[in-house]
C-alpha cells in the first residue's frame, strides 16, 4: 500500500522509468552498459516506491500511551524550552527518519487539536540542534483527558521539501490515524509535561503505530 501523497510522484516517475528503460533498449547497443543503465533506472523507482509505502499497522485507541507518530530513530530526550505555544520547559523526545523509513505521521494520541501552526524555514540536516527552531516545520498540539496537552513538530531535513499536515484547530484526532507526511528526510518532535514516564530509549528505533513513547 503507497500513501496518497506520493500518487503523482510515483506515477510520473513510472513514466520516466518506462520511457528510459525503452530508450535504452533502443539506443545503447552494448549490453552491459544498456543493463546497468537500465538497473539504475530500476533502482530509482523501487527507492521511490519504497519511500511512499503506507503500512497498514491498526490501533486500539488507548488515552493511556502515547505511539510513535513515525518510524526512526530516538536521538533526544531531554529538557527543553519550548517558546512558541507552552513558553515553559517541556521534555523533548526526537524521532529522525532517514530517507529509507516510512515517512507517514500518525496521531500518536487521541484528543482535541488545539493548535496547528505551519513555519517556513531553512532545511538544515534534521539533527542539527537548531533544526527544531531554523528549519521549516509544523507544530500541532492535541489536548488528550490522560496527558493534557501534547504537541508534536514535524521538521524538514536538508532533503525534505514539503510537510503536509491535515491536523486543524478543533478537529477530533483519532490514535493512529494518518497526520500527514513529510517528503525525503526529516524528524518529529514529540513536547511532554515535565515528569511524564518515558518508555523509550537513546538510539532507540521507533515504529509508527506500535512503539510506546510515553504511557501513564
Known amino acids: 500500500m503507497f500513501h496518497k501523497e506520493g500518487t503523482k510522484i510515483i506515477f510520473y516517475s513510472l513514466v520516466v522509468a518506462v520511457g528510459l528503460v525503452v530508450l535504452a533498449d533502443v539506443l545503447i547497443d552494448i549490453d552491459w552498459i544498456r543493463m546497468i543503465v537500465q538497473s539504475i533506472v530500476l533502482v530509482f523507482l523501487i527507492l521511490i516506491l519504497q519511500f511512499f509505502r503506507n503500512p ?12 510513535a507518530p513515525v518510524d526512526g530513530k530516538v ?71 490522560v496527558f493534557g496537552e501534547i504537541m508534536y513538530r514535524q521538521i524538514a531535513g536538508a532533503l525534505a521539501r514539503r510537510i503536509v499536515n491535515y491536523a486543524k484547530p478543533g478537529m477530533q484526532v483519532v490514535q493512529g490515524t494518518d497526520a500527514g507526511f513529510i517528503k525525503f528526510g526529516s524528524r518529529v518532535d514529540l513536547y511532554f509535561p515535565i515528569g511524564t514516564k518515558i518508555e523509550v530509549a537513546l538510539d532507540q528505533k521507533a515504529i509508527g503505530n506500535k512503539t510506546v513513547i510515553a504511557q501513564k
Do not use: C
Request: charged share 25%.
Open 56 to 67: 497498514n499497522r491498526s490501533v486500539t485507541p488507548n488515552d493511556n500511551t502515547v505511539l
Open 75 to 145: 536521538v533526544v530526550i531531554e529538557e527543553v524550552y519550548e517558546p512558541e505555544y507552552f513558553k515553559e520547559k517541556r521534555l523533548m523526545v526526537s524521532i529522525f527518519m532517514s530517507p529509507l523509513n516510512v515517512h507517514v505521521t500518525r496521531y500518536g494520541l487521541s484528543g482535541l487539536i488545539k493548535y496547528s501552526q505551519y513555519h517556513a524555514g531553512k532545511y538544515l540536516v534534521a539533527w542539527h540542534p537548531k533544526a527544531s527552531e531554523e528549519n521549516e516545520r509544523t507544530t500541532v498540539v492535541v489536548e488528550n483527558p
